[in-house]
């Protein structure tokens, strides 16, 4: 069985500052990990994508990941929040028989 | 990359109707799949449709109240069946090709009277 756990439901940051968005999964196969990003009213969009290559994962709009195997960690991070930031996140593990499992998401509020 | 379009994009419907959403995809894509997400909700799966056969259902989700066609390997459709206020929500098109990466559409946004 596979399971993403996001730990945080809400995180505030103000503009400028760091964000770090916390998925911890667990998966009986090699996973691939994922991070979307959905603003109010939008579709889902694809940030970032881990599949077995580099750990350290850059994504859009300056977002990136480490995949930390020995903590089961896929952790979103940003150096600087952008109020365009403000919108919710879902981490996704695709792992045994390439099922994909989402995310509980985070909401991510941008304070100016 | 894929590109996917929905239709409508978001409709209000009266108890008792039904409603066909069409997915469109803009290069073949290995699997699709139909999701819904309700208000303030992460996304469930309902189903994965296969092309040419019956969609594989995902458990609480049957045929008869979730119809899905794929008649090819770029368009897929979605009937919401003898609709109820409870069936409210946004449903999703998704699509996988060989790289993996899942892709979304917008969504249709449905809400029943």
């Known amino acids: 069985a596979q399971s993403v756990t996001q730990l945080d439901s809400h995180v505030s940051v103000s503009e400028g500052t760091p964000v770090l968005l916390r998925c911890n999964y667990s998966s009986s196969y090699s996973p691939s990990l994922f991070w979307y990003v959905q603003h109010p009213n939008k579709g889902l969009q694809l940030l970032l994508k881990?599949?077995?290559?580099?750990?350290l994962v850059k994504g859009i709009n300056g977002f990136e990941a480490e995949f930390k195997k020995s903590e089961t960690s896929f952790h979103l991070t940003k150096p600087s929040a952008h109020m365009s930031d403000a919108a919710e996140y879902f981490c996704v593990v695709s792992g045994t028989y390439q099922k994909v499992t989402f995310g509980t998401g985070t909401k991510l509020q941008v304070i100016p | 990359s894929a590109v996917i379009s929905q239709k409508p994009s978001r409709d209000i419907c009266q108890r008792g109707t039904s409603l066909t959403i069409q997915c469109q995809v803009d290069?073949?894509?290995?699997?699709m799949f139909w999701y819904r997400q309700q208000p303030g909700q992460s996304l469930t799966l309902i189903a994965t449709a296969n092309q040419g056969s019956e969609a594989t259902y995902e458990s609480g989700f049957v045929i008869d109240k979730f119809p899905i066609s794929r008649p090819n390997l770029t368009f897929s459709t979605l009937t919401v069946s003898n609709m109820s206020p409870e069936d409210s929500s946004i449903y999703l098109c998704?699509?996988?090709?060989?790289?993996?990466?899942?892709?979304f559409g917008p969504g249709t946004r449905l809400l029943v009277l």
């Open positions: 290069s073949q894509v290995t699997m």
């Open positions: 881990y599949t077995s290559a580099a750990t």
């Open positions: 998704s699509a996988r090709g060989l790289q993996e990466t899942q892709y």
